[in-house]
């Protein structure tokens, strides 16, 4: 009990430093579609596997936040809150896994689990995505759990894989392989990994078969797209940004920990340890590297090992104590910044473009979402939105879907109204109330004369823009 003491508080302590000012941050654009989803998928359960077919995406993650968006007003609060008690439990279980791996060293260790914890709690890589309602922090706890499982249950890992594979296809299969050598080094035994992939692959099944007339045009194509589309794979090469992303989301301090661990652990020998963690960072970190992956948050889960072989180091100092405070002072810096200020949270060009400044970001839909708000306060408004996913139009749904005195409906681009469910059938709007357009455009469109214009920052050339429509009659979302 005693052991689990500080682990306990680095879980609590995660868990503060992810809840506090969650909401700051602006809705990000896949929060946006998650939760438009989720939305989608509250009024029909039975649209569970449909709904996230059309990105396609698997449909674990929206499912989860369908059943918690209507416990609070604002659903966005509820889903990062969600993610920050994921991020806590995900603290407590890789604490438990580096105990695991450690304990079984030829020079155990008792306190690396504790200094795990520490790190993670203190890492500004995993704050970030915890303090966001996306995949990633789901995902993350599951890559974990897959090994603790590996390491302790026999088969119930192929049932941690297979939910993974239902939360984020094919990044989940690059599990597979570093729990079927956990399970193997426990039991000795191929036959527990071989079966544990299985039982990881039947729970895959109703992802895969879910909408079985799409497969009509061709069945490897849609595999393909099933499994493949949310990689985020470019083109086969080469590429050091996950070299960057680790540099600067695990700071320099904690990366350099994690190399010299894993030099540490080749230098006593402890070839167990190495080739599980080898095996763990480089079955997640290859394909991102040679796939031209080109965001950060699809490295997340590889951080875990790292953190792991940066404990692995702090553990062989003398002092220990003063050099895990040491090495923590750069990542708590980055965190605490970021909590103080969203914009001012240290952020690679492309992730800054994701969440800050670019369309991505959801400051302008935010902005427009409370204007016409505040439109809706003077008099019940009917609001039309495109029907493309992400921002702004996904914003306007997540924001003002529970206002009682708006009406939203969608506009496709040839101009034939569509109701919420997608359906093409035209859909009168009430005539006894304003309507007003969402548009999404970019700084060398046209303005429309009138229209009100929101942006992320004072230099963005991505607009939304809020335009009074006519009350009737056919009209398009082309200004």
């Not at 603790?148 to 297979?162: D, K, N, P, Q, S």
């Not at 099933?226 to 940004?241: E, K, M, P, T, V």
């Not at 569509?418 to 303005?447: H, M, S």
């Amino acid at each position: 009990m005693r052991r689990s003491l500080p682990i306990l508080a680095a879980s609590l302590a995660t868990l503060m430093l992810r809840l506090i000012r969650i909401r700051e941050m602006p809705l990000f654009n896949d929060e946006a579609i998650a939760f438009r989803w989720a939305q989608v998928t509250r009024e029909a359960w039975s649209h569970a596997f449909a709904t996230p077919l059309r990105d396609p995406k698997p449909p674990l993650h929206t499912t989860l936040l369908a059943l918690f968006v209507r416990l609070g007003t604002d659903p966005v609060l509820i889903g990062r809150c969600l993610s920050a008690i994921i991020g806590m439990a995900t603290t407590y279980v890789l604490a438990m896994v580096a105990d695991d791996i450690f304990s079984r060293a030829k020079r155990p260790i008792r306190n690396a689990a504790a200094i795990v914890a520490c790190l993670a709690a203190a890492s500004p890589f995993l704050a970030f995505h915890q303090r966001l309602a996306t995949v990633d922090a789901l995902f993350l706890l599951e890559s974990v759990l897959v090994l603790w499982l590996a390491l302790h249950a026999r088969l119930l890992f192929g049932a941690a894989v297979g939910v993974a594979l239902e939360t984020r296809g094919v990044f989940s299969i690059l599990l597979a392989p570093v729990a079927a050598l956990a399970a193997y080094k426990r039991e000795r035994s191929a036959r527990t990994a071989v079966l544990g992939l299985l039982l990881a692959g039947v729970l895959w099944l109703p992802y895969l078969f879910a909408q079985p007339g799409a497969y009509a045009h061709g069945i490897l194509p849609e595999l393909r797209r099933r499994i493949f589309y949310q990689s985020q794979f470019q083109a086969i090469g080469g590429s050091l940004d996950p070299l960057v992303w680790f540099w600067t989301y695990l700071t320099p301090p904690i990366l350099v920990a994690a190399i010299a661990g894993f030099a540490l652990l080749a230098i006593r020998r402890e070839w167990s340890a190495l080739s599980l963690l080898g095996t763990w960072t480089l079955a997640l970190l290859i394909p991102a590297a040679l796939g031209g992956v080109r965001y950060s948050r699809y490295a997340l889960p590889a951080a875990a090992p790292l953190l792991i072989a940066a404990a692995w180091c702090v553990a062989q100092v003398r002092w220990r104590a003063l050099a895990l405070a040491l090495l923590l002072a750069w990542p708590l810096y980055d965190v605490v910044n970021g909590i103080a200020d969203w914009r001012k949270q240290t952020l690679t060009t492309a992730d800054r473009y994701q969440y800050v400044d670019g369309w991505p970001a959801g400051t302008a839909t935010e902005q427009a979402a409370a204007w016409l708000a505040a439109r809706a306060r003077e008099a019940p408004i009917n609001v039309v939105t495109g029907n493309e996913w992400g921002l702004p139009a996904d914003g306007i749904w997540v924001m003002l879907d529970r206002n009682p005195r708006v009406r939203l409906f969608f506009v496709t681009r040839n101009q034939a109204r569509i109701d919420k469910w997608g359906a093409e059938t035209p859909v009168e709007l009430p005539r006894d109330r304003p309507t007003f357009e969402v548009l999404k455009a970019t700084g060398g469109d046209p303005i429309p004369l009138g229209a009100d214009v929101f942006r992320n920052d004072d230099r963005s050339h991505d607009l939304v823009i809020v335009r009074r429509a006519p009350c009737c009659g056919s009209y398009g979302l082309e200004p």
